[in-house]
């Protein structure tokens, strides 16, 4: 069955002699760009591909598509990894949908596309006031009943700073460029995170998501850099809790496999043209370092810990949980956190977001429901959560214990498992 290409002009079907691959594939080519979309093999979600869309001497690289055959082995059930149900029976998802990008982007309101910067400042505002009012309370307080409520709910609080941060990346916190940068140092140094450095490496993995070498997100490890792993290595990327505690070491060391540093402006994340940003931000990081050392002098090591330690360990713990279900493998998809999408500005509505980046948070419940008349059977409404999306959890230890390594052949692989880790 043919595969799809999608481009404003349509999606087109690829060559009936590449065999339609199955679910939980990922695509490799060190030279690629993104430019198609096409959903799984169990078709309910949308997922990005990759194209390679310039010449090259390699010879995978001289056809827009070459799927490793698996024939003669029995497909990985992705979706039993993630916790999804089966496509509707009847329907095929390697057919070319009857929609393009621009029949989606026609079907969401105009208004979905504008950027409020005072309505985007309330949010910050809104934010900030709880991670202060949380705080006093807890200094206030000072007892061990309510220290742990406070780690959660702080952990999360510093978490949807994240996304509000995340939203100045993208520019759809405004339409000014200095306000969406300054807001953005503010909320991303005010939990460690560098700005610029994670903003450049985040545009690499919208751009390539999926991609084997060249995303930045939870990227599939090709089974020789799996092999070259430490038996150490390998327990804390694969055994849970460890995994969702990785973010700060990524942004010193990256991933597996990979070398540079989100606070080096001469790390081959970025170009020549994006390193005083990287400095800068680097230094925002550093005076942020420098006044929780001193706040701890102030305070005390126990206290700091109590207030700032433990719920950034909490945020970190929430963006590694979040990042890992919507972008694990190649897979894009909604996921529902119950009473935390308002508090965490809606992240879930993922696929929305991985198609517009530029749309607002605040319009992407709205955006989705108006394009979902055309996605039709290619949207995967996702699982709804009681109040604490628990459930997710599960769904996160079974792909922890399946998807370990990918292939190091071929332009689309999928997920193998090693069962000394299962």
């Known amino acids: 069955m043919a595969s799809w290409v999608l481009s404003a002009s349509g999606l087109k079907p690829l060559p009936s002699a590449f065999p339609r691959p199955g679910v939980g594939a990922v695509y490799r080519d060190s030279l690629s760009k993104p430019r198609f979309l096409r959903p799984a093999a169990t078709g309910s979600d949308l997922n990005i591909r990759f194209s390679s869309t310039r010449s090259s ?15 003669e ?36 309101p105009k208004h979905c596309w504008v950027k409020d910067p005072w309505k985007s400042m309330s949010y910050v505002a809104r934010d900030v006031a709880v991670v202060f009012g949380l705080a006093a309370a807890a200094a206030y307080l000072n007892n061990w009943i309510v220290w742990p409520l406070y780690w959660a709910a702080q952990g999360t609080m510093f978490w949807a700073l994240f996304v509000l941060g995340h939203d100045c990346g993208h520019g759809s916190f405004s339409s000014n460029h200095k306000l969406n940068s300054v807001a953005g140092h503010i909320l991303h140094s005010s939990i460690l995170v560098p700005y610029h450095g994670w903003r450049i490496s985040h545009r690499t993995h919208h751009q ?54 989100h606070f080096d402006p001469n790390s081959d994340l970025f170009v020549a043209s994006e390193r005083k940003d990287v400095i800068t931000s680097t230094v925002c990081w550093t005076a942020m370092a420098a006044l929780l050392v001193g706040l701890t002098f102030v305070m005390g090591p126990m206290q700091m810990l109590k207030l700032y330690g433990i ?7 929430w963006l590694d949980f979040v990042t890992y279900l919507h972008h694990h493998g190649l897979t894009t998809l909604d996921r529902d956190y119950g009473w935390i999408n308002n508090i965490h500005h809606d992240i879930g509505t993922h696929v929305i977001h991985h198609l517009f980046p530029q749309i607002p948070h605040y319009h992407l419940i709205e955006a989705t429901e108006a394009a979902k008349p055309v996605l039709g059977k290619y949207y995967r409404e996702p699982e709804k959560s009681w109040p604490l999306p628990f459930h997710l959890i599960g769904n996160l230890i079974k792909s922890m214990k399946k998807d370990h390594y990918v292939s190091d052949t071929g332009d689309v692989v999928y ?8």
């Open 57 to 71: 001497s390699r010879k995978r690289a001289s056809v827009p598509f070459q799927v490793a055959s698996v024939e």
């Open 73 to 108: 082995e029995e497909e990985p059930n992705f979706n039993d990894a993630i916790g999804e149900a089966e496509p509707p029976a009847g329907f095929d998802p390697g057919a070319p949908p009857p929609f393009n990008l621009a029949d989606i982007r026609a079907a969401i």
């Open 208 to 261: 390539n998501h999926g991609h084997v070498e060249n995303d930045e997100s939870w990227h599939p490890l090709s089974e020789k850099i799996f092999r070259q792993l430490d038996s150490a290595t390998r327990t804390l990327r694969f055994t849970l809790p460890f995994p969702m505690l990785a973010y700060p070491f990524y942004l010193w060391s990256r991933s597996p496999g990979k070398s540079g540093s």
């Open 311 to 317: 719920p950034y360990w909490g945020f970190v713990m």
């Open 415 to 422: 997920y193998q498992t090693d069962p000394n880790l299962q």
